[in-house]
């Protein structure tokens, strides 16, 4: 079983920047689909952003389209959420994942095996 242990998340004003980080443990990372959720308090986990394992496809939710960045470096077995012009609404616990099945290309959170433990994420206004 893989881990994921994500990291970067923090209090930052509106209009601000973070960056996540999620360090996997396993080489086989590079052939799976990896994503991007989030849960605000009170509220079901939501999809954020999904990469494939090459890395050359990519999706968002209409939500963080425009400010967020989902990137991979396979070969530091890594995959990042650049997040800018944050909103209140962001603030949520961020979680990495990682799908089940191999070179498939999916953003359904059912699909998604393997969940790192989540960072904090706090957005003020």
């Known amino acids: 079983q893989v881990q994921l242990v994500e990291s970067g998340g923090g209090l930052v004003q509106a209009g601000g920047s973070l960056r996540l980080s999620c360090a996997a443990s396993?080489?086989?990372?590079?052939?799976?689909?990896m994503g991007w959720f989030r849960q605000a308090p009170g509220k079901e986990r939501e999809f954020v952003a999904a990469?494939?394992?090459?890395?050359?496809?990519?999706y968002y939710a209409d939500s963080v389209k425009g400010r967020f960045t989902i990137s991979r470096d396979n070969a530091k077995n890594a995959v990042y959420l650049q997040m800018n012009r944050l909103k209140p609404e962001d603030t949520a616990v961020y979680y990495c994942a990682k799908h089940s099945a191999p070179r498939y290309w999916s953003f359904e959170g059912s699909g998604f095996g393997s969940w790192g433990q989540g960072t904090q994420v706090t957005v003020s206004s």
């Open positions: 396993r080489r086989t990372f590079s052939t799976y689909t």
């Open positions: 990469i494939s394992w090459s890395g050359g496809r990519t």
